[in-house]
Every structure is written in structure tokens, then in C-alpha cells.
């Protein structure tokens, strides 16, 4: 299975490669999905408390979500462990039989980086123009608009290895750097210009998010934490494969983002950061209450589990 795993992986994208393995980005992007949400007592939801006026997060949802990245709750289950470096866990899934996995899957990932600081990472993470350099799944990606200072609404679609489609999210992204933290979330948005496309399926970010801390002049601990239902039942190798292997693979390709991007930044626009300056910003201002929670149960469902066994079959044959 693995074998066919990594098969199916290689005929994913036609990039060039970035990383160890550049289409791992495809694998874990699409059975992990991209962007969550939280509630104190561990599940992860969308019960923050938000005004009739606006969507955007409070307080309130950046305190849950370092709560979440810090908890060592027994619900998270250690799927991979490198001699403390950086570990993968997903969430314990309820008992449900047959051979595919809820859609709404959890995992964390947590890295500590002895070589890169807290800050660079946290501008890999927010720099639109260095990411067409290091993420080889990247369809289109596009900042449709500033909601507030630390607040935008972005467009992004990426590429998924065959069988399966590739996928696009509409999310809006909020930030904080506070107390020496750094943290970054987002969740899927309905937007009036930014429908469904046929040749697309809309995943769903129901909250994802990133917190670095530093732990000295230029090290830190990078964790990425998710719920999201990429609209489509998977298989579980497909999981299990994401978890274990991919996982890890990605965290180590945004590493080596962050240690490149220093250089790299220097000779583009290396005083232009409009996430720390929001002055800097150009976007066009939209008002939040034009955009509404996208939620799944509004979108087609789209069952691939058997396009991926069948590919599984035939290339096992």
C-alpha cells in the first residue's frame, strides 16, 4: 500500500521538485485539508462568540486556539515522533466501521526549529510572492481583501494527485503577535464574487492555524493545527499515509522555507511586510458583513474513495 501510495503521489503534480518530496503537499493538503475552530473544552467547533455586526474572531478564539496547540490532551493519539524535534498527532476518530474515515479529520503538528526565528517563520507564512517559490501544489492564490488591520479574505486552490480533483478554498485569515507569540487562523467564508466552480470541489476549512513561540535569539516551536473537510470520503491508508509520512515531510519543507527565506526576502521587497504594517497594505477594503460562515452540509459531498481504490488496484496489477 505504500508503495501505491507513493506512486500515486508521483503522478500528482508536475512542478518542479522544492522539497524532499514536492507532492506531499498534494496528499496532505487534500486528506488533512487546510484551514478550524475551538472551544475550551478540546473539540473544535465554531462557537466563538462573534457580534451581529461582524465575523471576524475575538480574543477570545486566539486564547482557544493556543489552549489547543499547547493542550497534551489524552484525545490526540502520537502518530510520529523524531526524537522530540517534531511530532504528529491526529485525534482520536470514533468507532464507525467500514473502511473510510469521518471527513472532518484533526491533526496537529508541532516542530521545534533550532535555526530559523520565530519572526521569519511566521513571514513565510503570510508572504504571498515567497510561496509560489516553495509550495509546488499551488494552483492559484489570491488576497481578494483587507477586512481589518489583522484580518484579509484570500482565495486558494491547489493541486491533488490523480484520481482524485484538486480542491479551492475561500477563507478569512486573522493574525495576532502578542507576548512574543505568533499565531495565524483562518476558516472557510462564503464570498458573493467567489462561488463554486465546476471544475473544482470546495473543501472546508472549519479552523486552521498556526502558533510559533520563540524559545531563543533564532530558534522556535511551529505548530500547525487543523480541522477540515476536504468534501470527499477517503480511504484510510489515505490518512494514515497523510499522518505519518507526509506530515512530517511538509513540516520539514516549511523549515527549509524559513531558513531560505532571509535571503530570499532581501532581494525582494525586503521592507514591504504589510501583515506587521498594515499601513503598507493596498488591498481594497471590504465590509465582513458581505461575507457568512461557509459551512459543508451546503456543498456537494464528493465520494473518491473508490476512484483511489480503483487506482490502487490497477496499479497493484
Request: hydrophobic share 35%.
Amino acid at each position: 500500500m505504500a508503495d501505491t501510495a507513493r506512486r500515486i503521489l508521483a503522478r500528482g503534480s508536475t512542478s518542479p521538485p522544492v522539497c524532499e518530496t514536492a507532492d506531499c503537499f498534494l496528499f496532505l493538503s487534500l486528506s488533512l485539508s487546510l484551514p478550524l475552530t475551538f472551544s475550551l473544552s478540546g473539540k473544535l467547533s465554531l462557537n466563538w462568540k462573534m457580534s451581529a455586526q461582524s465575523i471576524l474572531p475575538d480574543e477570545a478564539v486566539f486564547a482557544d486556539f493556543r489552549l489547543q496547540c499547547l493542550s497534551t490532551d489524552s484525545c490526540w493519539l502520537k502518530k510520529y515522533d523524531n526524537n522530540s524535534d517534531m511530532q504528529v498527532w491526529v485525534e482520536h476518530p470514533p468507532s464507525k466501521k467500514g473502511n473510510n474515515v469521518p471527513r472532518n479529520h484533526r491533526i496537529k503538528c508541532k516542530m521545534t526549529i533550532r535555526d530559523v526565528s520565530a519572526a521569519a517563520m511566521y513571514d513565510v507564512l503570510h508572504d504571498g510572492a515567497y510561496r509560489k517559490k516553495w509550495d509546488p501544489t499551488m494552483l492559484e492564490s489570491r488576497d481578494i481583501a483587507r477586512l481589518s488591520a489583522n484580518a484579509d479574505v484570500g482565495y486558494f486552490a491547489w493541486l491533488c494527485p490523480n484520481p482524485i480533483k484538486n480542491r479551492d478554498v475561500v477563507t478569512l485569515r486573522s493574525w495576532q503577535v502578542k507576548d512574543e507569540e505568533y499565531m495565524i487562523v483562518n476558516f472557510s467564508v462564503k464570498h458573493p464574487k467567489y462561488p463554486p466552480c465546476r471544475d473544482l470541489v470546495r473543501a472546508i476549512s472549519i479552523l486552521t492555524g498556526y502558533y510559533i513561540k520563540p524559545i531563543g535569539p533564532n530558534c522556535c516551536v511551529f505548530v500547525y493545527l487543523s480541522q477540515a473537510d476536504p468534501k470527499g470520503s477517503l480511504p484510510k491508508w489515505v490518512v494514515n499515509k497523510a499522518s505519518q509520512v507526509m506530515a512530517p515531510r511538509v513540516m520539514k519543507c516549511l523549515h527549509k522555507a524559513g531558513k531560505n527565506y532571509p535571503e530570499w526576502k532581501q532581494q525582494n521587497s525586503p521592507d514591504q511586510k504589510p501583515w506587521l504594517y498594515p499601513e503598507q497594505n493596498t488591498l481594497p477594503m471590504m465590509d465582513p458583513a458581505e461575507l457568512s460562515i461557509q459551512r459543508a452540509d451546503s456543498l456537494e459531498n464528493v465520494d473518491e474513495s473508490s476512484k483511489v481504490d480503483a487506482q490502487d488496484s490497477e496499479d497493484s496489477s
